[in-house]
């Protein structure tokens, strides 16, 4: 069984532990709950849940974000996040959406999976077309977004810019 769950101020071990195997810093992608003590996950959980809930953000630089994990099997192997909207910094690089799945659980076909789960959950969210913004070098990233349904629209000197049509997702 495989299924995204939406980040809660009660995640456990499981969700720490894969964290703490996941890069801080890969494509792009942040991971900024890696080195972090048990106790200061669980303080960064309650912050990214409020990113969440667009409780105490500044108006202008930062958007709401909701983060999820996958789960395959009941082990989380993966993380996403939906940017409600978007800045013209987002436009040329992060998007709406950015995943990431733990290095040992890769090749696995959870790429493909997460993204096209985050996709349903844009499209309830009122999302009608989300961006993917792709660093030029990352294949395994640009296989996900083109078998989900990507369109390449454009590119900036470091990444390709891909929009997804959430229309398609049930
Ligand atoms: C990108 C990422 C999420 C893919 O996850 P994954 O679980 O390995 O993806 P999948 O198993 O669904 O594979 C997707 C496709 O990528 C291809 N692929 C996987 N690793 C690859 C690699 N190192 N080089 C080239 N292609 C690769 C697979 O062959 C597959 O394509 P195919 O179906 O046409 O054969 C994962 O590599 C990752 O977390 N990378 C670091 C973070 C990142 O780059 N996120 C995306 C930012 S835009």
């Not at 958007?63 to 909207?85: C, M, N, Q």
Request: charged share 25%; aromatic share 8%.
């Amino acid at each position: 069984m495989i299924e995204l769950r939406k980040l809660s101020v009660d995640d456990g071990m499981d969700v720490y532990t894969m964290l703490q195997e996941i890069p801080k810093e890969e494509n792009g992608v942040m991971n900024n709950a890696n080195g972090l003590s048990f106790e200061e996950y669980k303080e960064w959980l309650r912050r990214k849940y409020a990113d969440s809930e667009q409780i105490g953000l500044m108006d202008g630089w930062k958007v709401p974000s909701t983060t999820y994990w996958l789960y395959a099997d009941e082990k989380p192997v993966g993380f996403g996040s939906i940017r409600h909207f978007l800045t013209d910094a987002l436009r040329a690089a992060g998007g709406n959406i950015g995943y990431e799945i733990a290095p040992k659980y890769r090749g696995k076909g959870y790429g493909k999976k997460i993204l096209g789960l985050l996709l349903e959950e844009a499209k309830r969210l009122g999302i009608g077309r989300v961006l993917v913004t792709i660093k030029l070098d990352n294949s395994a990233s640009k296989a996900v977004a083109l078998a989900n349904g990507g369109v390449i629209t454009g590119q900036t000197n470091e990444r390709i810019l891909m929009w997804i049509d959430t229309a398609q997702k049930s």
